[in-house]
């Protein structure tokens, strides 16, 4: 097992850097006033046609996480918790014979009670205010205890697909996992995608693998890695985004971006920039190990990503379990 | 706005029916005795291939319903209810300035909670049992209070891809939907197909449309929907599923087979059979509005299918938003 | 049967009225600036002391309403539901030998999930909002997405406990129940208590039967009980509880207040003062039926009272099964 | 601090034992073939008079915990999980102007979601199985994924209010706690009451302390508070409960009885008699810090109890607030 050792990164982003990103990076109005899709817009329908037709192997690998008690919730940060699954029928109801006189069919039920974002999940537009705005310039304040009145997930149903491409950063660098703390620079990805011999394309799905989830899920031990340290993109991948004029972002990490941060006076100030000013798509928690073997195996990068939302009106994001398919 | 008149059915359907049936359409050990996907075994890498060849104009259908309290559970069928979103945080605490001394991020966080099959959804092959037993012999006893543990929808993760077909029966027999009760025949989805231009194959994500969830939709009234009469298949359905190999079957009613039942000696027998003794993979309360009028209007019914189930350990089914990329 | 006519009430409160009245009844600092428990702070000890002697059959009521799915819940209000009671293990698990192996104790076990305001509840001081003010001048943005951080039910965990006194308003005016709508006036209230011979005193936990919760239980049908037309206290009610000093007010219907309220600039005007305002505590939803025919029996209309509200951190009240012990 | 060292306790339980003392202890029939109530019905009216006349100072207490995130549900046993407590609508919403044009009424709202038996709770009868059955001969099969369809938790909704008396056992002893694993005899139980100058009456709910959650609060650690190593009573207790006639057996402990437990074939040996054989009432997580420390310093060790059960229909148990008035 290897790791990079961890670079200490300097704390040099003020609230007054991020007034300037801000400024820099936004796509306010860019799809117009009522748009609540964001860098999903980059997506053109001849993308999705030309991303279905890397599918060459008919292989699909499934990114996303197992949703049960033992998943990453384990710091309860902002009351999160872990997705809790009841019975309201079982097999062994059947085998008692207690719907044999009433229900006449033997079946089994069941409910599921989690965060959105317990375990792998999209982000939606509503999920961080930049002062009292989100994306787009909608206020805050339509987010309130009924929901997300503007910038739900439900905006996505039908966007989540298109061409992928992972950027198996980690194994570029030769570890099977960063350490916490470890920041990835816009050249590091750069580097990757060179590497790897695929380009990064204007509507990309883009995957960057840092190892940290297949660490935990080596260790048995989730420890902090919700809402903790974490190896993650630096602040400067606010430029990078937005420059690729890619649809989305999404890591094997909690929270994509580099941690602790780059700042002492923001907490996460990627997101803080990325979301609402930026408009950007982003995923979190996904599973890889196999999806990044099959690529190594390979030698390709690039496949058919396919990632629905479950339709949750006024959510600030989505459980999912997004597939590549080569 | 037209209407097939009901046909009453015959309740020609008893316990020894079920019991030839069961006989006659039975998987148990096709694939293996460890088998937990039954008929998801249809499809192969070169079927997922050739479907991605049906993406011709990058065009992506949504098929879920929107998951919230407007939801058809109104029956309270088996303790059913419907999805229950809940806030964490909200954007009026960001505005109120809540976050701003101690988690130094603005934002909004969010649950739900809802029965599995709530809404739009998967059944696993762990949902229905023949007397004591499920698909493949596994035991009913092994779905207890904590859950499906054998046959649960996880063992999908990454098998819900392939060729989609729509059959439009109800625009095919002229009508806007069927009524409840509306038994739909063998014949009827061959001539669909036929008239659709559409060939049903091996390893096929069959979706039949009857109009049903339309009506409700544009009543604005969910009604017994969600357990009560249903225009949908006839039990003779279970030959044509196992000739056709199809698999999946999935429609825009909440059970699939028409109701009233054909027997009252026994509730939905079409369940009854498909499930523990084909090992039919199944999808229902499809939302086909959009897709069905695309369909109709360019003659194109096959189509690529892509509806990931969440990856609930233990889940008799799973809430989806399934996709259909033209 | 028999029904007082509802008389049609003026719409004569505005908001004028309301800052008029909250002036009137305001009890902001009368306990101290801390205090978190407004008109609780009325019962002593030696009101305890001699409510316990009120004792005298040792015959226990209870005041609760079963909490299931059959509920009061029917329209919704406010995204509230019904109580939702999952299984975790099963007799069924037992008998079936699921714990055998393992556990070595067979059980079962269950979850509940309800609003805490879904059937039988205390509110809170938390609950209601004058202006951008709670009760003793409290700002309600101390209210957030991670609970009451103020005035939360907990504050109430040992001073549910005094004299009861039942005022049954609907069997004084001869009648089974009030029609929604029916407003009862301040005189109404002395006089059943002088026809039932009980005086209202300081610290006294007051009952108000106006028999909607029983017409609704013998028509098997809560229609908008939650939420829409019901008898209930005239908003001239704010006076009579601040000049009885009484520690709380309770009643069999879902808002205590008459519906239709007598304003179409507000809604639930008599909430809006006695909460934030008086800082009152209320009782909702209390099921009175043989507490009231058993009072009507002896003659006694006096009782202990026990009410303990679950200590729910940051609760804007709580579930509840009050007794009256007589 | 002061803790008595742990004796290791003899492994002399058997399934042979367990037998012999269901036989020895079985109280199905005593209050007749349809009974659900089981030890309860110890208590008369007279009993509950009595104890009224207990309260001579009208000091209540609360021996709940506080229901919230951070309870004492580490270890997940069973599923189990610390109460959930999600916002519907908050004082900010009311802040931002979210409910002026709506409702015109601010307001706040909430749900809770727990396990019935996560903090302080009551088990009902229906919650543990001696062999195929439950108490008074009632099949276990009458306990599905529907609840608990007899024995459920709602039968005792006005039956537990009586006389309580405090067993200071770990006060008697000289420590402030008891390590896990010590074992508590029924001559100690006796001597604590001597010592404290109390009875034990038939239908007394006699509540045990073995300072056990106290050193948890102190520490600031469940660890495994739940379901692992703890003080409690030896399973000859079965006798003694069944000997004095008692109502119910609460105590600070998750499961009352001593753990590891006597025996090694069984677990929770005690569990396995006293509720199904002897259909003895019980209590746990019970908070007795501030009681117990009343009880000593004024010496009085019985008071009036009062411990509604939330009426949840079916329910294995129910979450409480017990109150001990003196």
Redesign the interface.
């Known amino acids: 097992m290897k790791m990079v050792p961890k670079r200490p990164l300097k704390q040099d982003v003020t609230l007054k850097t991020l007034e300037q990103m801000a400024g820099r990076v936004k796509n306010w109005g860019r799809w117009g006033p009522e748009d609540q899709l964001g860098t999903l817009n980059f997506v053109?329908?001849?993308?999705?046609?030309?991303a279905?037709?890397l599918?060459?192997?008919?292989?699909?690998?499934?990114l996303?996480?197992?949703?049960?008690?033992n998943g990453p919730q384990r710091t309860?940060w902002?009351?999160?918790?872990n997705?809790?699954?009841?019975?309201?029928?079982?097999?062994?109801?059947?085998?008692?014979?207690?719907f044999d006189e009433t229900?006449?069919?033997?079946?089994?039920?069941?409910?599921?009670?989690?965060?959105?974002?317990a375990a792998t999940h999209w982000d939606s537009l509503?999920?961080?205010?930049?002062?009292?705005k989100?994306y787009n310039g909608h206020?805050?304040?339509?987010?309130?205890?009924?929901?997300?009145h503007v910038l739900g997930i439900?905006h996505t149903?039908?966007?989540m697909?298109g061409r992928g491409v992972l950027l198996d950063v980690a194994r570029h660098k030769g570890v099977d996992w960063f350490e916490d703390g470890y920041g990835i620079s816009n050249d590091e990805l750069d580097a990757t995608a060179k590497a790897q011999g695929v380009e990064i394309r204007k509507g990309d799905f883009v995957i960057v693998r840092t190892g940290q989830m297949e660490r935990c899920l080596a260790e048995k031990k989730w420890g902090d890695y919700a809402g903790g340290p974490a190896p993650g993109v630096r602040f400067e991948n606010c430029y990078w985004c937005q420059d690729k004029q890619i649809a989305a972002i999404c890591t094997d990490t909690w929270g994509v971006e580099v941690r602790p941060n780059e700042t002492g006076?923001?907490?996460?100030p990627w997101?803080?920039i990325v979301i609402p000013a930026m408009g950007l798509c982003m995923g979190e928690i996904f599973y890889l190990k196999e999806l990044a073997q099959d690529c190594h195996d390979d030698g390709v990068y690039e496949f058919?990503f396919?990632?629905?939302?479950?339709?949750?009106?006024?959510?600030?994001g989505s459980?999912?379990?997004?597939?590549a398919?080569k």
Chains 1, 2, 3, 4 share one sequence.
């Open positions: 053109t329908p001849d993308d999705i046609k030309k279905a037709a599918v060459k192997r008919g292989k699909a690998f499934s996303g996480l197992d949703f049960n008690s309860g902002g009351g999160r918790f997705p809790i699954h009841t019975m309201l029928a079982t097999g062994t109801d059947a085998v008692a014979g207690r229900n006449k069919l033997r079946f089994s039920d069941d409910a599921i009670n989690m965060p959105v974002q509503g999920h961080i205010f930049l002062d009292d989100m206020h805050a304040r339509r987010v309130d205890g009924g929901g997300v439900e149903r039908a966007r697909v006076d923001a907490n996460q997101h803080w058919f396919c990632g629905p939302p479950l339709i949750i009106t006024g959510g600030t459980p999912i379990n997004p597939q398919i």
